[in-house]
């Protein structure tokens, strides 16, 4: 049998639902209200350079000798990069992505000879080859120092 407290306790936990929905429909006008739609890029009317005729001919290399030092570094036209940098092989890497493309603007294959001395490290080397296949490079032989 009920008594009057037990009615009590049960009005006073029960769940009110139109009080929380009231605080749904405020919290999703709130949010509505707030929040900033995504704009589509407005057309800036810009025009992109492309690729130019040359007028004379470009006289490209046909190959580029890598030299792989026994002191650690690696030279590519004269300018010596350190293979324990992983900054210096990025920028090898950077230097022979240009040279492919230029290649590639000049319809030539680029090609690249990859010379070692002895004592140097085959890390070195596969860091080398690292290098030519990030930068798109297919074309590598190696050579021997004279």
Known sequence: MKTWLDE???EKFRLQLVPLIDCVFVLLIYFMVCCTLIRSEADLSLTLPGQ???SRELKMLDEQIVEVLANGSIVLNEKPYSASSRA???HLEYTLTR???ASQMANTT???TIIAEDESAHEMVIDVLNACAGAGITSVTFGSAE
Do not use: P, S
């Open 8 to 10: 009590l306790i049960n």
């Open 52 to 54: 130019v005729a040359q």
């Open 88 to 90: 210096d092989l990025k």
């Open 99 to 101: 040279y492919r493309e």
């Open 110 to 112: 680029a090609m690249i």
